[in-house]
């Protein structure tokens, strides 16, 4: 059955942010330049093809925009600066939405407004909560979890990683249906998923994909320092909240703090650098930046920034300065995670891994298939 | 008979003929040959200092019969004619037998047997210049006017340009009005300025000319006699037929546009068109959107190379390119864009030949939007509902079928040659297998034809953009002005005569002369046959037709093929 062209799909492509893709006369220099695509994959060139020509079903089903890292290469080499990683970009940001079921995603992607006013309305939710139910106020002395009782904050965090994660998982089967489960001549047995899980740890955590992409290894770094840092505070908020938020003021050498001094300067670092870059837009990556890149770091910042004022505020034995903040900082946290995690620019640190761990699975199952064939040739014979 | 004395060079060609042929043997086997007073061997002898030794020896030696063994005539017939003339002797009495391509090229392997054979070229050549006779070129008085048959935009602008010249244009249309297609399009690449507008300033431009006739709804009749001196008779649709008498023809009929065979990528049922009459629509458009049979067109695939480049698929297949048709609806694209933006083109193309300055709309089209699909097999279409649906086999999709549900197809339709028998028949220029008149030379002479006097330009002689037609009709003026401007042609004496003692007027040699070139006539008390030199190509139909033998051709005599059979039959020893 031939596919059927979409032909508004460049047009909403670009909305996502894609480069000048209509110029592209599909030289496939991109591909040839990529240090990333091989004989299995020719992204840049095979996307951009079908993001031109409107190949919308095979575009989502396509795993390939999460295979790029962005370097650049490609959009440096182009004969007709039609800036393919853009569109690379774009791509993700494009299947970002298309995998999430509730249409969510799309609408704060092709919206900044949205986005502001859906982390605002979240922010104010989250406001009017502590507004209402916090507990008593103690102001001769900090105590942070009289006024916010560490088991209901605990119990909220749960509440919230439940919602998100039944977001999140779900648009990613989604990813993994029409990857996997809409080639129909393919049958994937339950053993290649488990032998491959292996993949989706070593790539969640390290990254190492990117290492690929040049010589220079700085910005894969840089993002495994911010993710480190990143995953060290997602922890200790949401597995270790009863160690970590305490009215006991611990010794500075003691793990409790050391962690999260770690993570809080390795986010604000970096964050920062990270703004600085896209701001001055010297290299080509940084060239475009779409309002969802900006208001992912912008709130991780703000988040880290408030963090780190509570534990000020707290040390200095500042009670009310420490409630205060401590609300504004769970303004944001919630608010980011709920808007980023499985609607915009965080999914990725999910999705990313998840397609390594498709694509593997993949040609997992069709190598057993391959030997299982064999076999039976054989025993044929 | 005068005494002949004949000089015989026989060329090494710097080892092309002498690593293959023994050139010195060749010169000792013909030196004695009757009437060879001088026989060398030369290392080119095409070099000025070869040539200046041949003029030597022609006037040391009175030489009345020169061979040069060397290379094709193609190459040097010239080049020894004139070494001959310089040296004052008949440069017909030359006689150039080629000793590279057709004896030391061809037989690389054997230089024995090319040695013999080289011997036996050279024999013939030197008895076929002892039977040479002195022959001089004619001269034809020329008319100083020139016929130009259809008045599209080759043919205006060839009617201009001549009457720039001073010379007379009578020139004559099928149509009741002239501009052919260029009057039927607005924009035109490159430039987008109007084809109607074109026409206008060119029809105005002619009009004040009073050395331009011009005669619409005329076709041509007749055509008798030769370059220089055409005998024309021009049919006026309800009129009496006109006589003319013009010095040259200027052939400018352009084309019909291929029209699709019923079904053909789905041809005459609704929303499938062709480009020129899309193009007519996209014209008349307003600003905003575009209609067609009264319904809003929102999505539009051309299909490229429709009745061009046509494989074994059909019968008689256009094999060309017709050259115009990609710049052409990538042109059409750019206008359709700047009407309605919000209109999804897709071209499934073959080809993309955008040639020359025209890669600058290609390149306009993809910028805005025009998606561009290649494809090796033909696309098929089919309707389904309100739309219609193209399927394509995507190459760059590994050939992937892939459907696109469109408003409109746009068949891109080539250029085929105007339906006009009667003026081929009347003309007597050939047809090419493509359809096309055909030139003489590609490259060298491409708006002559065979016919001395008659020239081809435009889209006559194969497809053409406006641009390359205007510049072909040049060609033609240039072409007739060199004829004409002269006042004379001086032709060249091999042609046919009749010996009127022998001839009994039987008519075999007019029905067989392919170019019309014998008419019966009266000498002394009885009818003969005689040769209007002029029109006589001494192509030899006539020779073997006649039962009387009373026909020879000059420079090709029966006794010189005769002589050269005998000398070429003798052993070598």
Redesign the interface.
């Known amino acids: 059955m031939?596919?059927?062209?979409d032909?508004?799909l460049?047009r909403e492509l670009k909305t996502f942010g894609a480069g000048?893709l209509?110029?592209c006369?599909?030289c496939g220099t991109c591909t040839a330049i990529c240090p990333l695509s091989d004989e299995n994959s020719s992204f840049p060139r095979h996307v951009i093809?079908m993001a031109?020509?409107?190949?919308k079903e095979r575009l989502q089903k396509s795993i390939e925009p999460w295979m790029c890292y962005y370097c650049g290469d490609c959009s440096d080499s182009c004969p007709r600066e039609a800036n393919p990683a853009e569109t690379m970009m774009a791509a993700r940001r494009y299947l970002t939405a298309s995998y999430d079921w509730t249409g969510i995603s799309k609408k704060l992607y092709l919206s900044g407004a949205a986005e502001v006013a859906a982390v605002v309305l979240v922010g104010v939710i989250i406001g009017l909560l502590f507004l209402f139910l916090h507990g008593p106020v103690v102001t001769d002395r900090v105590e942070l979890n009289t006024f916010a009782p560490v088991k209901w904050i605990e119990l909220g965090d749960l509440i919230m990683a439940a919602i998100l994660s039944f977001f999140l998982l779900s648009n990613a089967l989604r990813m993994m249906y029409w990857f996997i489960g809409k080639d129909k001549d393919l049958h994937v047995p339950l053993s290649a998923y488990i032998l491959e899980a292996k993949t989706m740890l070593v790539n969640f955590f390290t990254q190492k994909r990117w290492r690929g992409c040049s010589e220079d290894h700085t910005r894969w770094l840089k993002h495994l320092l911010l993710v480190s840092g990143y995953l060290t505070m997602l922890t200790l908020v949401l597995i270790l909240l009863r160690w970590f938020q305490t009215d006991k003021i611990y010794p500075i050498y003691h793990p409790q703090r050391l962690l999260g001094y770690y993570a809080t300067i390795v986010l604000l670092y970096f964050t920062v650098d990270f703004m600085i870059g896209r701001r001055k837009k010297k290299e080509r990556i940084h060239e475009f930046s779409h309002a969802s890149d900006w208001m992912f770091l912008v709130l991780l910042f703000l988040t880290a920034l408030t963090g780190i004022m509570v534990n000020i505020f707290r040390i200095s034995g500042l009670p009310l300065a420490t409630y205060i903040i401590y609300v504004i900082h769970l303004m944001i946290a919630v608010p980011m995670l709920v808007v980023e995690v499985p609607f915009g620019k965080w999914a990725h640190l999910f999705y990313r891994p998840f397609a390594l761990y498709l694509v593997a699975v993949k040609d997992r199952a069709k190598a057993m298939e391959k030997a299982r064939s064999k076999k039976k040739a054989v025993a044929a014979a | 008979m005068t005494e002949r004395r004949i000089g015989v060079f026989i060329c090494h060609c710097g080892g092309n003929i002498s690593d293959y042929v023994d050139v010195e043997r060749v010169r000792q086997a013909v030196e004695k040959e009757p009437d060879v007073i001088v026989s060398r061997t030369v290392m080119f002898a095409c070099s000025d200092a070869s040539q200046q030794e041949m003029i030597d020896a022609i006037k040391d030696e009175k030489l009345n019969g020169l061979v040069v063994a060397s290379c094709s005539p193609k190459l040097h017939l010239y080049t020894f004619r004139a070494a001959a003339e310089r040296a004052g002797m008949n440069q017909y009495q030359y006689i150039q037998v080629n000793l590279r391509e057709q004896d030391s090229w061809a037989h690389r392997d054997d230089m024995e047997k090319a040695t013999q054979k080289g011997i036996r070229l050279v024999r013939a050549g030197i008895a076929k210049a002892r039977a040479s006779e002195a022959l001089s070129t004619f001269r034809v008085e020329t008319k100083p006017s020139v016929l130009v048959i259809g008045a599209g935009i080759a043919g205006l602008r060839a009617s201009l340009a001549l009457s720039d010249m001073g010379l007379s244009v009578f020139l004559i249309e099928r149509e009741s009005e002239v501009g052919g297609w260029t009057r039927k399009w607005g924009e035109t690449f490159l430039r987008d300025k109007k084809g109607y507008e074109y026409v206008e300033k060119l029809e105005k431009d002619i009009k004040g000319r009073e050395n331009i006739t011009l005669f619409t709804n005329a076709e041509l009749k007749e055509q008798a006699g030769a370059v220089g001196n055409f005998d024309i008779k021009v049919q006026v649709k309800g009129g009496d037929a006109i006589s003319l008498n013009v010095g040259a023809i200027v052939v400018a009929t352009g084309f019909d546009s291929y029209k699709p065979s019923e079904g053909e990528f789905g041809f005459g049922s609704p929303g499938v068109i062709t480009l020129p009459d899309f193009k007519q629509i996209v014209d008349s458009s307003p600003e905003g959107k575009i209609e067609v049979n009264g319904r809003r067109v929102k999505d539009i695939a051309y299909i490229y190379c429709v009745g061009s480049r046509q494989g074994d698929e059909v019968e008689n297949p256009n094999t060309y390119c017709s050259r115009y048709c990609c710049s052409a609806t990538v042109h059409t694209a750019g206008l359709v864009q700047r009407k309605d933006e919000r209109i999804n083109q897709f071209h499934l193309f073959r080809d993309m030949r955008t040639y020359g300055k025209a890669e600058l709309i290609y390149e306009q089209a993809a910028k805005h939007g025009s998606v561009f699909l290649r494809f090796q097999d033909a696309p098929e279409v089919r309707s389904e509902g309100e739309k219609i649906v193209v399927t394509v086999k995507d190459e760059l999709s590994g050939g992937d079928p892939f459907e696109v549900a469109v408003d409109l197809v746009v068949l891109v339709t080539g250029m085929v040659p105007r339906e006009n028998s009667s003026l081929v028949g009347n003309l007597k220029i050939p047809l090419g297998k493509d359809g096309f008149f055909n030139e003489i030379h590609p490259k060298l002479r491409p708006v002559e034809t065979v016919m001395n006097g008659i020239f081809i330009v435009g889209v006559s002689q194969g497809p053409k953009n406006i641009a390359e037609s205007v510049a072909s009709a040049l060609a033609g003026v240039a072409k007739s002005a060199a004829l004409l401007m002269k006042g004379y042609v001086e032709l060249e004496p091999f042609v046919a005569v009749v010996n009127n003692d022998k001839c009994t007027w039987c008519g075999a040699c007019m029905e067989a002369c392919p170019y019309s070139a014998i008419r019966k006539t009266v000498a002394g008390s009885k009818e003969v046959a005689e040769v209007v030199p002029a029109l006589c190509k001494g192509g030899g139909a006539c020779l073997p037709e006649c039962p009387e033998d009373a026909i020879d051709l000059r420079g090709y005599t029966d006794e010189q093929i005769r002589s050269m059979i005998t000398a070429m039959a003798k052993e070598v020893a």
């Open positions: 031939a596919e059927r062209i032909p508004n460049h000048d209509d110029i006369y599909s093809h031109q020509v409107g190949l």
